[in-house]
């Protein structure tokens, strides 16, 4: 005996079209993902930024032992005023450092906005190598007392710098 074969015709005819339920669920799981992990991915680089005071003109150091280092923009190096070659500058340095004490060895830095940055950590390197203690940067220029400059007594004193 054979069995015949029976197909049943469907009431309802297939849906061709795409359910896009799981998808939509899919993407907003991954949505609150992100916007849950994003603000721990957010890496900070910790500066210690020095406080800034406003110091008169008239009580600041007449001391010319005081070392900066100032870059122009031409990336010419100059020691207190004075114009220094790339090549003597470390020699220049050690000599001005070794007649301070350790503690008094600090060296101040003053560059130019568009000066090189490799040429300033040149300079850097460089202070290290000839002994110095501290360094440190300065973000305005320095008056010319503190650099070492004469100073005319008579001359009316700077106003102060605008904050």
Not at 23 to 45: G, H, N, Q, R, S
Not at 49 to 67: A, F, K, W, Y
Request: glycine letters at 4%; proline letters at 10%; charged letters at 25%.
């Amino acid at each position: 005996m054979s069995a015949k074969r029976q197909f049943v015709k469907a009431s309802i005819p297939p849906n061709s079209e795409i359910n896009v339920t799981p998808l939509v669920d899919v993407v907003l799981v991954l949505l609150i993902i992100f916007m849950v992990v994003t603000p721990l991915l957010e890496k900070d680089i910790e500066v210690r930024i020095p406080e800034t005071e406003d110091v008169p003109v008239e009580q600041m150091p007449q001391d010319n032992s005081q070392l900066i280092v100032k870059l122009d923009a031409d990336g010419t190096y100059s020691i207190n005023t004075e114009t220094v070659q790339k090549d003597e500058y470390v020699n220049k340095l050690r000599r001005m450092l070794t007649a301070k004490k350790k503690e008094d060895r600090i060296v101040f830095f003053v560059a130019d906005d568009k000066a090189n940055y490799g040429l300033l950590v040149a300079a850097f390197d460089g202070a290290k190598q000839a002994g110095a203690f501290v360094l440190g940067m300065a973000t305005e220029d320095i008056p010319a007392a503190a650099a070492g400059a004469p100073v005319d007594p008579n001359a009316p004193p700077a106003p102060p710098p605008v904050p």
